[in-house]
């Protein structure tokens, strides 16, 4: 009878270390996942961050030479940020509350930003369209005005229009300059994932 107790006893130590060795290497396991998934993360993001100051620089020195906010940058700055799009639930894996909001903020409010900032670029095209059409409608019911004579005659039946063209002129170089803000806080951002 001796024999049996111990051996139940045993039995009962050595399954207590069992499941207490199995929970022990699942939680190991589960915690390695976690580790790796917030190293791909911060690894994708940094990627994103590093290409995105690229590009603010490039928006900002494409506006200085041609005055034009050019869509293909803007592209690839919204292609270069479907790593945090698709993965954005993710990012509860960093463990510090303000990261967490940091890079939510700064995703949110640059393409806000960037939004904008295609939104004025097209609509300052289309009023350049719209006002070159009705010079070349003028010119053509009326040939024998000069180019600036049309021009002025344009002007003043799209007061409105012109209003609006000129408010564009200052406020996409003012927009152009909130670049460089987002420009810091991606390298701040970047400094702060690499460096836990």
């Known amino acids: 009878m001796e024999v049996q107790v111990s051996e139940i006893i045993a039995a009962i130590i050595g399954g207590f270390l069992a499941a207490g060795t199995g929970w022990f290497l699942q939680n190991r396991a589960e915690k390695d996942r976690t580790d790796k998934s917030r190293h791909l993360l911060t690894t994708a993001i940094c990627d994103d961050l590093q290409h995105a100051i690229t590009l603010y620089e490039k928006i900002d020195d494409e506006w200085g030479k041609t005055k ?4 293909a940058t803007l592209n690839e700055l919204r292609e270069s940020r479907q790593t945090y799009q698709n993965s954005k639930d993710w990012i509860v ?25 295609e939104y004025q670029q097209r609509r300052k095209y289309e009023l350049e369209t719209k006002y070159n059409d009705l010079i070349r409608d003028i010119k053509y019911k009326t040939p024998q005005l000069s180019d600036a004579e049309a021009s002025r005659a344009a002007t003043s039946y799209m007061a409105q229009e012109d209003a609006e063209y000129l408010r564009l002129k200052e406020s996409i170089p003012d ?14 951002l970047e400094r702060a994932l690499q460096n836990p």
């Open 68 to 71: 034009t906010i050019w869509f």
């Open 175 to 188: 927009n152009v300059k909130k670049l460089d803000k987002f420009k810091a806080e991606a390298k701040e």
């Open 93 to 117: 894996l960093f463990e510090n509350a303000d990261l967490r909001k940091k890079i939510f903020r700064y995703y949110l409010r640059s393409s806000d930003l960037l939004n904008n900032l």
